[in-house]
């Protein structure tokens, strides 16, 4: 296995690409809008997992199998498409209102659980900025991660099954990040809030449903392949790969990364029209097509590990540069400075 990180001495490739796409195609403006309409599937989502985490209830304990296998066939992705949605609220492409955004962003993470989405805010914008540096990037592994994780496949598993816990150890060692403020204190009282409601009102077994939900879908599910197909690489010439899979559907196009990080002011449903846009800038790139099978290719296949992503060399700054406001409706574009399937 690899004892490090790949070093690199060059910017990421984003900027310059964002750069050149806006000046071959000035069109690509007309796809920077923002989609309200996002806010009703996220209300969807929740409704549908609350739901079911109320039949599951009623059911009770006896049936536990069935919340189980209920869970990875539904529970999975549509907790799934809700990650999708709070990082579109992330990036302010839901409202004009950035508070608005920050609301969906809660609301859309109550069937997690857990108070992720304000603190998501934070350090996925970092990732954008200073991708692959390791005093920016919460995405890079700790280094006593990757090397406890080495290369084996059932630790693969294990790392992937326990994923949100191994994150929560990864923002400490950031520069400038400040996760307690008044809306993570606001993320984590709503989802308090609807812990009681789940247990008082759909019991334990239902809780039960959405807690195998929640790792079903980060950690061992086709879907928990997407944190390994966005910036995992065995090739240093490329960092960052697109999914092109029917999976998309129900992830709200999340495939689509290199278009995402060249231009993140384009919201999830534009993202297939970038591509088709500019196809000179993407149909050179690798592509994966099939989560299921990255899924388990990372875990036996043992060139695949923690270390197998880009780091900036130490020092090297990201020369980011932002398109003006002008340019669409979703406001300041972050422009952060292989076609063949893998």
Known sequence: ????????????????????????????????????????????????????????????????????????????????????????????????????????????????????????????????????????????????????????????????????????????RLKAITLCDRWFVINLACAAAYDVAVVYFCGWPGLLYLVFSFFFSIGLHPVGARWIQEHYTNDPDQETYSYYGPINFLALNMGYHNEHHDLPSIPWNNLPKLRALAPEFYDNLKYHSSWSRLLFQFIFDPRYTLFSRIERAKGKKDRSSYVPASVGEAGPVALPAEVTSV
Not at 17 to 29: D, N
Not at 71 to 84: K, L, R, S, T
Not at 122 to 128: D, Q, T
Request: with cysteine.
């Open 1 to 172: 296995m690899e004892p490090s990180f790949y070093q690199s001495e060059l910017d990421q490739p984003h900027p310059g690409r964002a750069r050149e796409i806006i000046k071959a195609h000035p069109e690509v403006r007309q796809l920077m809008v923002r989609n309200p309409y996002t806010a009703l599937i996220a209300l969807s989502v929740v409704v549908l997992q609350t739901s079911l985490a109320m039949g599951m209830g009623q059911l009770g304990w006896g049936y536990w199998w069935l919340s189980l296998l209920v869970a990875y066939g539904v529970g999975a992705f549509a907790n799934h498409c809700n990650y999708v949605i709070i990082h579109d609220a992330t990036h302010n492409l839901i409202f004009r209102n950035k508070s608005w955004n920050k609301m969906v962003g809660i609301m859309a993470d109550l069937p997690n659980l857990t108070a992720g989405a304000m603190g998501f805010r934070v350090y996925h914008l970092k990732h954008h900025s200073h991708q692959g540096n390791y005093e920016w990037d919460a995405d890079l592994a700790n280094h006593w991660e990757a090397r406890l994780v080495g290369n084996k496949s059932y630790r693969k598993a294990l790392w992937l099954m326990l994923f949100p816990f191994f994150q929560l150890t990864r923002p400490p």
